[in-house]
């Protein structure tokens, strides 16, 4: 197949292609998503077809607004219309109990479906246009870090969908935050644009799920299905080193070997002179840290490494989601210093 390139103006031929089942890479702030008709079994099947995708890992269902929850959703409580309200559109996934009008496909058989609102406008005006909900994962192929870009989508998606809507580079950088709302307390799955700390201001009590901070076993069964699987990682393997970036950088130095990449913040490049080095944004900065931290795992594999150091960002704020997904990159290979 080819996959045909299609910008902001082409809003009416993306929403046809999603209205007759094809697939669609589409722009949203957090990364480059794999979409497809939500409705359609066929055409969400095929998703996990592109990207090699277990199918025991479910989709998010992405819509224009709030009001189309109760479309898809029963028993919604209160606390997801205060969340719509002050996150969407925005970086916000919740998971609220499913109608029966959503595949199966979708969830991956839960009775659960994950909801979400980009805040891309793009986007927006397509799902409006094709009139159903666009499922999607990440544009990557499984287990390759996440796409910010369009050239990065079709680094893995040329030739399998049938069309990639570009609206430049993702504002955000990193995967939406994922809140469980059929539990009490909620219970944050997945890290991302939404801080930890805004949901607590909005709903109270926060759960954090262990596999944002730890590996799972393989036969564990995590709440979200995705946090299980092998995530973002590069083709050489990555150890992250935790603590002062002074002394992280220092010890990086110390160790690193002949074939070693380096992962680092900006005001620490001068230290592995030799090296291939690629930057995240300096050290204060977590919003450009979260912008880079995919296109920084990529570019590794277009260098000559065998192995990869990288520096840990603090996890405030956003730093939880960027430091979990270079934890998940690293398979939770991690030296605390
Ligand atoms: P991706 O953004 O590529 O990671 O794909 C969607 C993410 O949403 C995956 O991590 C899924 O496990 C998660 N997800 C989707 N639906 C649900 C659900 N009903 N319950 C828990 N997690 C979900
Ligand atoms: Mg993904």
């Not at 939500?38 to 099947?45: D, I, M, P, Q, S």
């Not at 309200?85 to 839960?110: E, Q, S, Y």
């Not at 369009?150 to 939406?176: N, Q, R």
Request: hydrophobic fraction near 40%.
């Amino acid at each position: 197949m080819t996959t045909l390139r299609l910008s902001a103006g082409d809003i009416d031929q993306a929403a046809g292609i999603v209205s007759s089942g094809g697939l669609l890479g589409i722009p949203t702030e957090t990364v480059y998503g794999l979409g497809a008709n939500g409705l359609n079994e066929r055409a969400v099947r095929a998703i996990f077809e592109a990207k090699g995708r277990p199918q025991d890992n479910p989709l998010i269902l992405h819509v224009p607004d709030e009001s189309w929850l109760e479309r898809y959703c029963e028993d919604i409580p209160a606390a997801a219309y205060e969340l719509s309200g002050r996150f969407w559109p925005g970086p916000l996934t919740m998971i609220l109990k499913r109608k029966d009008n959503v595949p199966d496909a979708v969830t991956a058989g839960l009775d659960t479906v994950g909801m979400r609102c980009p805040d891309c406008a793009v986007t927006r005006a397509v799902i409006e246009k094709a009139g159903v909900p666009v499922a999607a994962p990440s544009g990557n192929a499984s287990g390759r870090p996440s796409p910010t870009t369009a050239a990065a989508m079709l680094e893995d998606m040329d030739g399998k969908i049938d069309a990639m809507l570009d609206d430049g580079p993702c504002k955000v950088g990193v995967e939406s935050t994922i809140i469980d709302l059929t539990v009490t307390p909620p219970r944050l799955l997945r890290p991302g644009g939404v801080t930890l700390e805004e949901l607590e201001e909005v709903l109270g009590e926060v759960a954090v799920d262990d596999a944002v901070r730890r590996l799972m076993a393989p036969e564990e069964q995590p709440k979200a299905p995705g946090m299980k699987y092998r995530h973002y990682a590069p083709k050489a393997p990555v150890t992250v080193v935790k603590g002062d970036p002074d002394m992280t950088a220092g010890y990086i130095a110390a160790r690193m070997g002949e074939g070693s990449g380096i992962l680092c913040f900006d005001e620490f490049k001068g230290y592995f002179r030799g090296h291939p080095v690629v930057t995240m944004g300096p050290v204060s900065d977590q919003a450009e840290q979260a912008r880079e931290i995919f296109e920084a795992l990529r570019a590794f594999d277009h260098m000559e490494v065998t192995d990869i150091w990288a520096q840990s960002p603090s996890e405030g704020g956003i730093g939880l989601a960027v430091s979990n997904r270079l934890n998940k990159a690293a398979g939770f290979h991690i030296i605390e210093l």
